[in-house]
């Protein structure tokens, strides 16, 4: 399974932005998906997770209540960020491949190249 991250660009502190991830070589609805982000500096971190279904989500803490995760019938997995910092710059991968909506990056082998997202006034 091939995984792509879009829709990262330059956001000014207080934007959005919405990030998409699309795959191809496999049914992408038949795992849970994720997104992780690396801020330069810094380990790769967790941010969300979503369920085979869509039924289950789970968020980081420094995101919750600001970002939301989704799948639709486009997109695998969505990731809409609101409220963005400039905590948020970071290189955002989608995951998936996981059993469940989890936050460790080891339950995920498959991995997208990533897309920046830079937060800068």
């Known amino acids: 399974v091939q995984l792509q991250a879009s829709g990262g660009g330059l956001v000014q502190p207080g934007g959005s932005l919405r990030l998409s991830c699309a795959a191809s070589?496999?049914?992408?609805?038949?795992?849970?998906l994720a997104w992780f982000r690396q801020a330069p500096g810094k380990e790769r971190e967790f941010v969300a997770a979503?369920?085979?279904?869509?039924?289950?989500t789970l968020y980081a803490e420094s995101v919750k209540g600001r970002f939301t995760i989704s799948r639709d019938g486009v997109n695998p997995v969505n990731l809409e960020m609101n409220s963005l910092n400039l905590d948020d710059t970071a290189v955002y991968y989608c995951?998936?491949?996981?059993?469940?909506?989890?936050?460790?990056?080891?339950?995920?082998?498959?991995w997208g190249q990533g897309t920046l997202v830079t937060v800068s006034s």
């Open positions: 070589g496999g049914n992408s609805m038949n795992f849970a």
């Open positions: 979503i369920s085979r279904l869509g039924i289950s």
């Open positions: 995951a998936g491949g996981s059993r469940r909506a989890v936050a460790t990056e080891q339950e995920y082998p498959y």
